[in-house]
């Protein structure tokens, strides 16, 4: 496994440049590294959250552990500052890749004044951050589908060769929503990117009981676009993928369709019991595919990463949230007062 790692490091590398598509080559083991670290600190940020949600200190979760691969290397393989990116509500992971702080989110979890996002007003992680390219993080279901796919026609109107990415469950694939934003953007090739993280759930509803195929990826065909199945968990499978679905897109070749299959290991959100769905089995099962442990163990059999390095980065991502739930436990809740703004006009 290390030695097909190592021959795949290469392509963590963006493409060489197309016109004027693409970006300088990075140093690939500095990628991988950072990539390591942001989805290390998403998931100590994850558990802190949802630690503070069953101790009633924290309200609506939904976790992003297992999906990290996926979210941070697809980012990763984009250009931030410049490509947008049109999320949902199990998207933690991209909110800190793209920069969104732990002070932030925690404001958000808390329902804190001074949230970026909405001001407090909304559930937890919806809303708009348009300075990180973070434009929607929606907590209705498959609603961000037909806005990103407006949002790339936009972009194709105004002479961008930005690109969309738009992320969704494999529940939000059943929807008409995921259907109608689909069918727009290939008949009008939009360079978006539609990733569908399928952790064989739709809630309680596990994936054969919600659509009549075995993958979500073979839909493309019906709108002739490109579909890809892949493994969510393996970065280097992640970032080639989206990176390739780019240029495509950045060349006016249209929309792409990927899959990633991950694991999800915790409840649908913090007011769910997945044991009245999942054997016990299953769930130790889905666990043992953990995104960040995988990377973590291949970097180091690679003499990427050493033991002294990772302690120093779990450190300082742990110091990092420590002061982001203090921050967020000593904010004050919005004044009342302010209830209105932003819903009727002042003048």
């Given at each position: 496994m290390a030695m097909v790692f190592r021959h795949c490091i290469i392509q963590l590398m963006p493409k060489q440049k197309i016109g004027k598509v693409g970006r300088e080559k990075p140093n690939s083991s500095d990628r991988l590294l950072e990539i390591y670290s942001t989805m290390a600190r998403s998931?100590?940020?994850?558990?802190?959250v949802w630690q503070l949600n069953r101790q009633g200190r924290a309200a609506l979760v939904a976790s992003s552990q297992g999906h990290e691969a996926l979210q941070v290397a697809s980012v990763y393989a984009l250009q931030k500052g410049k490509d947008l990116f049109y999320t949902y509500y199990r998207d933690?992971?991209?909110m800190v890749a793209l920069g969104v702080t732990p002070r932030e989110?925690?404001?958000g979890y808390m329902a804190k004044s001074g949230e970026p996002m909405?001001?407090?007003?909304?559930f937890p992680t919806q809303g708009a951050m348009p300075n990180l390219g973070l434009v929607n993080?929606?907590?209705v279901v498959a609603t961000q589908l037909p806005q990103a796919v407006g949002a790339a026609l936009a972009c194709v109107q105004k002479g961008s060769d930005a690109v969309v990415a738009v992320y969704f469950g494999d529940g939000a694939s059943s929807t008409g929503d995921c259907h109608e934003a689909m069918n727009f953007a290939s008949v009008h090739k939009l360079p978006v990117i539609f990733i569908c993280e399928n952790n064989g759930y739709a809630i309680s509803v596990p994936l054969e009981k919600q659509m009549a195929v075995k993958n979500v990826s073979v839909r493309g065909d019906s709108y002739n676009m490109p579909g890809f199945t892949i493994d969510g968990t393996n970065v280097v499978e992640v970032f080639k993928t989206v990176s390739d679905a780019a240029n495509r897109a950045r060349i006016g070749e249209g929309p792409t369709l990927i899959e990633g299959m991950v694991e999800r290991n915790l409840p649908h959100t913090g007011d769910d019991d997945d044991r009245r769905y999942r054997s016990e089995d299953e769930i130790v099962k889905a666990k043992e595919k953990n995104p960040v442990r995988i990377l973590r163990e291949l970097l180091k059999k690679?003499?990427?990463l050493t033991n002294e390095v990772d302690l120093e980065i779990n450190k300082a991502a742990k110091i990092s949230i420590d002061d982001a739930t203090e921050y967020g436990e000593s904010a004050s809740y919005p004044d009342p007062d302010e209830f209105y703004d932003h819903v009727y006009s002042q003048v």
């Amino acid at each position: 496994m290390a030695m097909v790692f190592r021959h795949c490091i290469i392509q963590l590398m963006p493409k060489q440049k197309i016109g004027k598509v693409g970006r300088e080559k990075p140093n690939s083991s500095d990628r991988l590294l950072e990539i390591y670290s942001t989805m290390a600190r998403s998931r100590l940020l994850d558990e802190r959250v949802w630690q503070l949600n069953r101790q009633g200190r924290a309200a609506l979760v939904a976790s992003s552990q297992g999906h990290e691969a996926l979210q941070v290397a697809s980012v990763y393989a984009l250009q931030k500052g410049k490509d947008l990116f049109y999320t949902y509500y199990r998207d933690l992971a991209v909110m800190v890749a793209l920069g969104v702080t732990p002070r932030e989110i925690m404001l958000g979890y808390m329902a804190k004044s001074g949230e970026p996002m909405s001001g407090a007003r909304q559930f937890p992680t919806q809303g708009a951050m348009p300075n990180l390219g973070l434009v929607n993080l929606s907590n209705v279901v498959a609603t961000q589908l037909p806005q990103a796919v407006g949002a790339a026609l936009a972009c194709v109107q105004k002479g961008s060769d930005a690109v969309v990415a738009v992320y969704f469950g494999d529940g939000a694939s059943s929807t008409g929503d995921c259907h109608e934003a689909m069918n727009f953007a290939s008949v009008h090739k939009l360079p978006v990117i539609f990733i569908c993280e399928n952790n064989g759930y739709a809630i309680s509803v596990p994936l054969e009981k919600q659509m009549a195929v075995k993958n979500v990826s073979v839909r493309g065909d019906s709108y002739n676009m490109p579909g890809f199945t892949i493994d969510g968990t393996n970065v280097v499978e992640v970032f080639k993928t989206v990176s390739d679905a780019a240029n495509r897109a950045r060349i006016g070749e249209g929309p792409t369709l990927i899959e990633g299959m991950v694991e999800r290991n915790l409840p649908h959100t913090g007011d769910d019991d997945d044991r009245r769905y999942r054997s016990e089995d299953e769930i130790v099962k889905a666990k043992e595919k953990n995104p960040v442990r995988i990377l973590r163990e291949l970097l180091k059999k690679d003499n990427i990463l050493t033991n002294e390095v990772d302690l120093e980065i779990n450190k300082a991502a742990k110091i990092s949230i420590d002061d982001a739930t203090e921050y967020g436990e000593s904010a004050s809740y919005p004044d009342p007062d302010e209830f209105y703004d932003h819903v009727y006009s002042q003048v």
